[in-house]
């Protein structure tokens, strides 16, 4: 029995608009990789097919930014200055091994 790929990434929400709701979080990858959970949701990618997201919400249909998050924190790929969410159980683990900080 394998372990799925699990990692910290960057979810923003695209649905609305270029600056979305965005947050922290770990994910788990499918074993094909072409699919990501999240916080009970199943996001497919897009295949470059997608306007300003890379991956959607197979349920809803809403389009997310999802991506490796970077070390100095400009996560969003807009820019902007709305707040970015971190998950709790990640927190730690990210400030630390992410951002280099602690």
Do not use: C
Request: charge should be neutral; glycine fraction near 14%.
């Amino acid at each position: 029995m394998s372990k799925s790929k699990t990692r910290i990434m960057y979810i923003e929400d695209k649905s609305e608009g270029l600056n979305g709701a965005a947050r922290i979080g770990r994910v788990t990858f499918s074993k094909s990789g072409r699919s990501i959970h999240y916080n009970g949701r199943v996001f497919q990618s897009l295949d470059g097919s997608g306007f300003k997201a890379n991956y959607f919400d197979v349920e809803t249909g809403d389009q997310f930014w999802i991506s490796g998050p970077r070390k100095d924190g400009a996560d969003r790929l807009y820019g902007g200055s709305m707040p970015v969410e971190i998950d709790p159980e990640v927190e730690r683990e990210y400030w630390r091994d992410i951002r280099g900080q602690g």
